[in-house]
């Protein structure tokens, strides 16, 4: 791929790249934006199967954070970290604190958290090295569950434009990906009165699904055809693509998972077909909320508050949608660079 071609198309900033065979470190850091203040984004943890995967991944996800944090009214740019490899096999304390001074050296331009595959005990680690992470335990802690909290408001707000009110009493909803945020989304859901169909490719999860929640299991290629009201994808990205579309039997889409659609036509294509598509990074915007707070000085009610009007982001969304008769993704776009262009104005004034 050609990269220069690839960062000046978005106008990213920075793409930088890590590593410390002894330690068995590769990891890539993308900062996209920081017009609104220092990239804030998590660090991810796959075994991608090239190298272009992976920069395209940081990209993308970078990409992501920048809007997710202008659209949920943070002070903060978009950045994201993948390390390269397997983390059943490679993980240990000496690569993520390497990877802690890696992030130090970088002087408060990026900071950290958790993302896929990255724990609390992984974050104390890092946090040997660098006060540039946040998701510390004893202070915001894992942001899971208040990105599951943030996603089931944003999803009531759906509810409620589709049907008319918030009830989900009855309603049959597919969740794909039954890790820590899905599956306490599920819990928000069946509190709720919801019928769960899950899925995962961790059979443990969909276990505990099944025997805590009463969730009926779906193989992971049949989710997509389950007749339900919401598809919520709530495991890896670009999973609403050219073989998946025309599958979906619901009114609308909603999930914690980042870059849900695989381009962006089939946004477009949501919206031809009738369905409700929730933008992710409006959608599942808690987690960072839940992280930002840390960096003010962690208040758990404050957060949660923040979280909860998930709920109002996702409804103003749906309101430029419908107003300019666009889709929701680019709805959602146009509510977060314009937050960005006005801030931009601010830091034009020298102090």
Same mark, same amino acid.
């Given at each position: 791929?050609? %990269?220069?071609?690839?960062?000046?198309?978005?106008?990213?900033?920075?793409?930088?790249?890590?590593?410390?065979?002894?330690?068995?470190?590769?990891?890539?850091?993308?900062?996209?934006?920081?017009?609104?203040?220092?990239?804030?984004?998590?660090?991810?943890?796959?075994?991608?199967? @090239?190298?272009?995967?992976? %920069?395209?991944?940081?990209?993308?996800?970078?990409?992501?954070?920048?809007?997710?944090?202008?659209?949920?009214?943070?002070?903060?740019?978009?950045?994201? #970290?993948?390390?390269?490899?397997?983390?059943?096999?490679?993980?240990?304390?000496?690569?993520?604190?390497? $990877?802690?001074?890696?992030?130090?050296?970088?002087?408060?331009r990026f900071i950290t958290g958790q993302d896929m595959n990255i724990t609390l005990k992984d974050i104390a680690f890092i946090n040997e090295e660098t006060d540039y992470v946040a998701g510390?335990?004893?202070?915001?802690?894992?942001?899971?569950?208040?990105?599951?909290?943030?996603?089931?408001?944003?999803?009531?707000?759906?509810?409620?434009?589709?049907?008319?009110?918030?009830?989900?009493?009855?309603?049959?909803? #597919?969740?794909?990906?039954?890790?820590?945020?899905?599956?306490?989304?599920?819990?928000?859901?069946?509190?709720?009165?919801?019928?769960?169909?899950?899925?995962?490719?961790?059979?443990?999860?969909?276990?505990?699904?099944v025997d805590e929640l009463g969730a009926i299991a779906v193989d992971k290629d049949e989710i997509y055809g389950v007749d339900c009201d919401i598809f919520s994808p709530c495991a890896m990205?670009?999973?609403?693509?050219?073989?998946? %579309? =025309?599958?979906?039997?619901c009114k609308i889409v909603a999930g914690s998972a980042n870059n849900q659609l695989a381009e962006p036509k089939h946004g477009d294509l949501l919206k031809e077909k009738g369905i409700l598509?929730?933008?992710?990074?409006?959608?599942?915007?808690?987690?960072?909320?839940?992280?930002?707070?840390?960096?003010?000085? $962690?208040?758990?009610?404050? #957060?949660?508050?923040?979280?909860?009007?998930?709920?109002?982001?996702?409804?103003?969304?749906?309101? %430029?949608?419908?107003?300019? =008769?666009?889709? @929701?993704?680019?709805?959602?776009?146009?509510?977060?660079?314009?937050?960005? #262009?006005?801030?931009?104005?601010?830091?034009?004034?020298?102090?």
């Amino acid at each position: 791929m050609k %990269i220069f071609d690839y960062l000046q198309e978005e106008n990213y900033e920075q793409l930088m790249f890590f590593q410390d065979k002894d330690v068995g470190l590769k990891v890539i850091i993308c900062i996209h934006n920081t017009v609104l203040g220092p990239a804030l984004g998590g660090t991810r943890f796959w075994n991608y199967q @090239t190298e272009e995967e992976a %920069i395209i991944d940081a990209l993308r996800l970078a990409r992501g954070m920048t809007y997710k944090n202008a659209a949920a009214g943070l002070n903060a740019g978009g950045g994201k #970290a993948v390390i390269i490899g397997d983390p059943n096999k490679i993980k240990s304390e000496e690569l993520f604190r390497t $990877y802690g001074r890696f992030v130090e050296g970088l002087g408060g331009r990026f900071i950290t958290g958790q993302d896929m595959n990255i724990t609390l005990k992984d974050i104390a680690f890092i946090n040997e090295e660098t006060d540039y992470v946040a998701g510390v335990e004893g202070k915001s802690g894992a942001p899971a569950p208040v990105t599951a909290f943030g996603v089931y408001r944003g999803l009531l707000a759906a509810v409620k434009e589709v049907y008319g009110n918030e009830d989900l009493t009855g309603k049959k909803v #597919a969740v794909q990906g039954i890790g820590a945020v899905g599956f306490g989304l599920c819990k928000h859901l069946k509190e709720a009165g919801a019928e769960l169909y899950v899925t995962d490719i961790v059979e443990d999860n969909v276990k505990r699904a099944v025997d805590e929640l009463g969730a009926i299991a779906v193989d992971k290629d049949e989710i997509y055809g389950v007749d339900c009201d919401i598809f919520s994808p709530c495991a890896m990205g670009a999973i609403i693509n050219d073989y998946t %579309i =025309n599958d979906l039997k619901c009114k609308i889409v909603a999930g914690s998972a980042n870059n849900q659609l695989a381009e962006p036509k089939h946004g477009d294509l949501l919206k031809e077909k009738g369905i409700l598509y929730i933008p992710d990074y409006v959608i599942n915007s808690g987690g960072v909320i839940n992280v930002y707070e840390e960096l003010q000085g $962690y208040n758990r009610d404050r #957060a949660m508050a923040r979280a909860a009007a998930v709920y109002d982001s996702v409804a103003r969304v749906i309101e %430029i949608s419908n107003r300019d =008769n666009i889709p @929701t993704y680019k709805a959602a776009d146009r509510m977060a660079e314009e937050r960005i #262009a006005k801030i931009a104005k601010i830091n034009n004034i020298y102090r």
